[in-house]
Every structure is written in C-alpha cells, then in structure tokens.
Nanobody
Framework: EVQLAESGGGVVQAGGSLRLSCKASGFTFDDYAIGWFRRAPGKEQEPVSCFSTLDGSLYYADSVKGRFTISGDNTKTTAHLQMNMLQPDDTAVYYC??????????????WGQGTQVTVSS
C-alpha cells in the first residue's frame, strides 16, 4: 500500500528557512517519482518540485526556483524540500506526492496528508 507522511512544517518569519521531509512506504522512488504540491489560501493547488530517479528529471516551479531544493536519500524512500528565503506567498499546505515527473511539470498520483507552512511578514 502506497503511503506518504510529511513533516517539518511550521511558522517562520519572512526570509527564514524550513526543511520538509516525506517518508514513503509501499514503494520506492524507482516506482513513482516523488515531489511536492502546495495549496495556498484562496489559490488552486500547484506543483512545487519533483524528481525522477529513472531519468534524472528535475522540476521546480518558477516561483520557487533558486530558493527551494528537493533531495532524496539513498534508500529512495525519503525526500526533503529545503525552503530558503521564504516569503509570505509561500504560505500553504504542502503535500508530499508520488506521481510522474518531468522537467516540464509534475502529475500527481498519491498524496500525503499535508503539512502547514506559514510565513509571517
């Protein structure tokens, strides 16, 4: 059974950093690409970042490029999203997602429960 569990959300001031973590069970990142979506207040959900271990595809939304970094560990079951220079517009519920990833975008399949990130001005 595919399961995803996020952690690491919290409240930070603008300019601060957070590191989100995602633990996968029931699959490895060789089976499904891994990444993150977010849903901000009053906005539709959007892909943030993903990577595929099969072909090395890596995707970042333009809004986070240069500030966020996605990574995985050697077990291919844990992913991280390092978020630096956070802005109030980054405030959202962040979801770990398994799906299909390319440099052009991220298609969702399985979702975690989400973790709240709040950036204060």
């Amino acid at each position: 059974e595919v399961q995803l569990a996020e952690s690491g959300g919290g409240v930070v001031q603008a300019g601060g950093s957070l590191r989100l973590s995602c633990k996968a069970s029931g699959f490895t990142f060789d089976d499904y690409a891994i990444g993150w979506f977010r849903r901000a207040p009053g906005k539709e959900q959007e892909p943030v970042s993903c990577f595929s271990t099969l072909d090395g595809s890596l995707y970042y939304a333009d809004s986070v490029k240069g500030r966020f970094t996605i990574s995985g560990d050697n077990t291919k079951t844990t992913a991280h999203l390092q978020m630096n220079m956070l802005q109030p517009d980054d405030t959202a519920v962040y979801y770990c997602v398994a799906g299909r990833c390319s440099k052009y975008g991220f298609t969702s399949g399985y979702w975690g429960q989400g973790t709240q990130v709040t950036v204060s001005s």
